[in-house]
């Protein structure tokens, strides 16, 4: 079993549709969960972090963590074709040496 | 400038080549890392420096040699490559310490080097 959960899509949504973007993880020991996105053949760019259970929003970004569930989510609000990417979700242990576990990543379409 | 730079973009070398890739930032970050991405696969960790000196790597093949001659700049110097060293190289840093408030030491990214091994 892995570590870190991410199913790899496709996912493809019409425009304006909320997205909802999961993972789950089987080591307790993590603490920060970070959702970075990948646009094709370019670096991952960090889109949020959160390092407790409960919700974090940015813009029409919001950040679910359920430490009780080993489950994580990420939220997008009236997705756009611009947000068409691949969706890695990161996690790490405090004290770990601050290596990253990644998903899997899901790649995501947004249709007009 | 949060940007991590990363040179050059594209690279295309034979077996027998030696050549490096580089790897910038000027964001004060004491912490420079190496990842290995195929296609439709997440970062695979490959080295990690910390203060400049190498803290972490990932059993990495000898025909990869990391090498950060300050802070602010990280090398990977390739020789004997195999084609299944093809892949997206990528360069990441961060501040090298938990982050304010107890939050994680996050990394930025660069936008890779696409590597070719014929």
């Known amino acids: 079993q892995k570590e870190v959960e991410q199913d790899p899509g496709p996912l493809s949504v019409p425009e304006g549709a909320i997205v909802s973007l999961n993972c789950t993880y089987s080591n307790s020991a993590f603490q920060y969960f970070m959702w970075y996105r990948q646009y094709s053949r370019k670096g991952p760019e960090l889109l949020m972090y959160t390092y407790s259970s409960g919700n974090k929003e940015d813009g029409r970004f919001t950040a679910q963590v359920d430490k009780s569930s080993k489950y994580i989510s990420l939220f997008i609000r009236d997705s756009q074709p611009s947000d068409s990417a691949t969706y890695l979700c990161?996690?790490?242990?405090?004290?770990?040496?601050?290596?990253?576990?990644f998903g899997t990543g899901t790649q995501l379409k947004v249709e007009l | 400038d949060t940007e991590v730079t990363q040179t050059p973009k594209h690279l295309v070398m034979g077996m027998t080549n030696k050549k490096s890739l580089k790897c910038e930032q000027h964001?004060?970050?004491?912490?420079m890392y190496w990842y290995k991405q195929k296609a439709k696969k997440p970062p695979e960790l490959m080295f990690v420096y910390s203060y400049e000196k190498l803290s972490i790597n990932e059993s990495v093949p000898s025909r990869f040699s990391p090498e950060c001659p300050n802070s602010s700049l990280l090398n990977l110097h390739l020789h004997a490559l195999q084609p299944e060293d093809s892949a997206l190289y990528l360069c990441?840093?961060?501040?090298?310490?938990?982050?304010?408030?107890?939050?994680?030491?996050?990394?930025?990214f660069g936008p890779g080097t696409r590597l070719t091994v014929l």
């Open positions: 990441a840093s961060s501040r090298g310490q938990g982050g304010v408030g107890g939050g994680p030491d996050t990394q930025y």
């Open positions: 964001m004060g970050h004491r912490a």
């Open positions: 990161a996690m790490s242990r405090a004290g770990g040496g601050n290596k990253l576990t």
